[in-house]
């Protein structure tokens, strides 16, 4: 990956034009999702996160619970939670959670996995309100998540279905950190590498739960990686380039 290509990883959203179809039928004010919708993609796209600090640098760190692996065969999003920080502070005050209406029944180990019942997402907001809100919450910040390659496919899919907009946040794994210090490492369950840092393992399987382990698993490593000298993700990001 070049440096042009990975301005464009961290950078905007895309050139796309927004349709007078954003959130039809969901409940929202077409021209105030439209409105708010074009105005994140220019601020986004003014946004120079390389050469952002690590210590001042703000991301949202989230998850997501879904009823299976895999958005192509239907399976979908139930819950999304998310925290904000700055730098290696987890803003425990500025947090996100929502559940997610869904008509189609839980998988029963979904339920014994992450102690989300029918019942709970019948009364759930849509999924077009989660994703508005969930937006706001986000505004132009970073995207952390653990695998997130299962959150990224899982978010594409929703906001193209149900906004007919792409989803461009740009989404940064915590392998990115990890990497410096172990190039080798393959993925690994959360709570392995939280237990391998002395993170409390706490409300596993919640979406908010997760994203709060998850942001102290990236502070923790922010913290190393400062330590080691660097001062930029363009600085992490030249560096992995080299060893790759």
Known sequence: MGMNDFIQFFRGMGTKKIGSNVLAGHG????????FLRQLEKEVRKKDDLSSPLNLLEVVVFDIETTGFFPEKGDEIISIGAVKMKGSEVLTQETYYSLIRSKKPVPPEITSL?????????????????????????????????????EQSFMQKATWEHTRT???HRIIDTSFLTRIFD?????????????????????????????????????HYLKKAEAEGFTTLGEVYEYLAKIR
């Open 166 to 168: 792409k989803f461009q």
């Open 114 to 150: 992450t102690n989300i019942h029918d019942d709970d997402l019948r009364s759930a907001p849509e999924i077009a309100e989660v994703l508005m809100s969930f937006l706001r919450f986000t505004s132009t910040r970073i995207l952390i998540a653990h695998h997130s390659k299962h």
């Open 183 to 219: 190039p080798s490492s393959g993925s690994q369950p959360l709570e392995k590498i939280c237990l391998d840092c002395g993170i409390e393992i706490k409300d596993r399987h919640n979406a908010l739960g997760d994203a709060l382990m998850t942001a102290e698993l990236w502070g």
């Open 28 to 35: 929202h004010s077409n021209a105030q999702s439209i409105s």
